[in-house]
């Protein structure tokens, strides 16, 4: 890149980000402006640049493809600007952009497959620094790459998905890069605080603990155990396999470990998923050897706001789009076939919520 570099209407403008939706991203340009420094970009060296891929675990087809387009972009200068901004301002000690939710959106449409490639070349920067902090933590190095490789797996859906090369996940990925996201086994443990208006209290006399939603507040008894801003584990489940019941148990078991010994400052309340796989209603449509099933009964029930989970389309078959004609939906799975079963009744899947409590997992 030139040394002289956009300001920041010119780049905005060039790259059509004057609207609502990258207005986070104007914050501190300047100051990174002046912080500009390609040799901290590892993408401007090309062998630098394979050796990241090969770390991450891309194969030799993913890796080529990056190598070759890599010129191109580098040769993009407002784009290459906008990745430095990023970079800088994720990575500054001062300001940890990572995980700010309005910090990572897609690019415009209108700037073609450049944009769809730029996290790609965003995260191949960006990566050293989770791997800096787990390595502060002494975090086994397997469970870093195993965490990271979540980046290789979602360029694989979305180029897939895009029919070329595109990575479009910032958003869910900048957990990884903030350092709050591990892969532990066969799930995955963030740490978080609960963003949820749901109340966990605990029965004076039973001592059981009863979920109240927003509008049951005045119905709250005993003493609250987990309201909203309150530390839990969230749980995710990637897109590696099946969901091995004992799998998922060591999962937890190793999890609770891991806190213990890289994170003992985080005391998580509860083990939460937020997910279509916690709705009680899979225990109604499949059999009581199902691992979906399984998984589904670990969890005690934790209300959310009613919204149909969409997401489903993508999980079980890789299209955002649900079908019009739900009888063209393969149901070659079980719960294929109790996705559609529920969906002809005339019913939506709703999003769904569960938490397990941390005395409920067997200590290592």
């Known amino acids: 890149m030139a040394d002289k570099l956009l300001n920041i209407d010119e780049a905005f403008t060039t790259l059509d980000l004057n609207s609502k939706t990258y207005l986070p991203w104007r914050v501190r340009w ?3 402006s002046a912080a500009y420094d390609s040799d901290r970009l590892v993408i401007f060296d090309e062998a630098a640049t394979r050796e990241r891929c090969k770390w991450l675990g891309y194969d030799d087809d993913y890796a080529a493809q990056i190598i070759s387009h890599r010129e191109e972009m580098l040769q993009n200068k407002a784009m290459m600007q906008l990745l430095w901004h990023i970079f800088y301002c994720m990575s500054h000690p001062t300001n940890p952009m990572p995980a700010n939710y309005d910090t990572s959106v897609n690019l415009p449409e209108s700037l073609g497959h450049q944009g769809e490639m730029f996290y790609i070349y965003l995260y191949l920067c960006l990566v050293e620094h989770p791997i800096a902090m787990a390595e502060a933590r002494d975090v086994p190095e397997q469970i870093t790459r195993d965490t990271l490789y979540d980046i290789v797996r979602w360029t694989k859906f979305n180029s897939e998905d895009k029919k070329r090369l595109a990575l479009t996940q910032g958003v869910w990925l900048n957990h990884h890069i903030g350092g ?3 892969t532990i086994g066969r799930l995955q443990h963030e740490r978080r605080a609960c963003d949820y208006a749901a109340i966990l209290a605990r029965d004076p006399e039973t001592g059981k603990l009863n979920a109240y939603r927003e509008d049951e507040y005045d119905q709250v008894r005993g003493e609250i155990y987990l309201q909203k801003d309150d530390p839990i584990i969230s749980i995710h489940i990637p897109r590696s396999g099946a969901m091995d019941h004992e799998a998922c148990t060591q999962s937890f078991v190793d999890a609770k470990h891991f806190l213990k010994m890289h994170y003992p400052e985080f005391q998580p309340k509860a083990y939460c998923c937020f997910s279509w796989l916690t709705n009680p209603l899979w225990s109604e449509y ?14 005690h029930y934790y ?11 993508y999980w079980l078959y890789q299209t955002w789009k649900p079908h019009e004609n739900l009888d063209d939906a393969p149901q070659e799975s079980s719960v294929q076939k109790a996705f559609i079963k529920h969906l002809k009744s005339g019913k939506k899947w709703m ?3 569960g938490y397990i409590l941390p005395e409920e997992i067997p200590d290592k």
């Open 286 to 299: 499949l059999s009581a050897t199902s691992n979906v099933r399984k998984f589904v009964e670990r969890y």
């Open 180 to 182: 709050r996201i591990h």
């Open 303 to 313: 209300p959310l706001p009613d919204r149909e989970d969409t997401g489903l389309w």
């Open 351 to 353: 999003v769904s919520g």
């Open 30 to 32: 300047d100051e990174s």
